[in-house]
């Protein structure tokens, strides 16, 4: 080969290179993934990771906040958001009505209490009361369902309301509810501004219990896997690296929620381990069917993805 030529090649060679390297690293590097959310306490993993991606090279997580469940879940089915931090329970029934998603990982461990007024001793003195829970579709509801099932009683024993959360604390002072069960921090602050006492908490009623997920849309994942699989490895390990100072940290900067009303909620609530296994799944389908919240939930196999 002439020196000429030899250099052509090179040329080529070193072209192609850069060639291939800026076609495929675009769509790696500086996709923003949509996550719709809540300010909920429920939904720390997420803005942890979210701000750890934010100071580094890559993968970015662009929070699209919303002000209600049904608004959230109209984003998610319409996919107009990649995923969302968002109750399981209304993840499934989204998926049961044909919506293309997936459970990836949950959205915290335990973390719920039953908040009633301080006249109320136990789960029989709420026989004839008003009750608020968020929405059909949740652990609150299974939590209600639970509570009073320690005392021999059914949702028909009392009067269940659905209440937007950030409302429940100043129902319950006014007497309009006898109350409630919701995501945090809405529990801690009805505790903390003493018109309310927490009657059970989760653990007490269900082990292990389940209650957001954090779901990734079925194109998203198909169309992304790299990037799929990088948020979910890098959403477990903020949740593992959540301790109780970096967790109110973090809820000071997206909830607009006073110190005292986090340092009662985050008591109740932990971020490690957020892989959703097939027991823990299973048990809440159970407690879905067995409280009538829907008949044919999804099967672990079809709605849970652990394999990213
Ligand atoms: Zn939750």
Known sequence: MEKKEKWSVLLIAALTAVFLTSCSTPTKQQKSVKIAYLPITHALAVFEEAEELAAEDGLKIELVKYGSWPELLDALNAGRVDGASVLIELAMKSKQEGIGIKAV?????DGNVVVVSND?????????????????????????????????????????TELPPPEMPSALASRQIDGYCV?????????????????????????????????????????????????????KAAGNALNKEKAVEIAKKYLNQKEGVLDISLQWISFNNLDITEDTYNALVERVKKYGLSENPPGYADFVKNDL
């Open 183 to 235: 995501a945090e921090p809405f529990g801690a602050m009805g505790v903390a501004l003493g018109v309310g006492k927490v009657l059970f908490d989760s653990k007490e009623l269900w082990q292990d219990s389940l209650c957001c997920g954090l779901v990734l849309t079925d194109k998203f994942i198909a169309e992304e896997p790299e990037n799929a699989r990088e948020l979910v490895s890098r959403y």
């Open 120 to 160: 109320i001793q136990s789960a029989a003195d709420l026989k004839g009361k008003t009750f608020a829970i968020p929405h059909r579709q949740s652990s609150h509801n299974i939590l209600l369902n639970d509570t009073l099932a320690t005392a021999g009683l059914t949702v028909s024993d009392v009067s269940v």
């Open 105 to 109: 990982a949950l959205g915290h461990r």
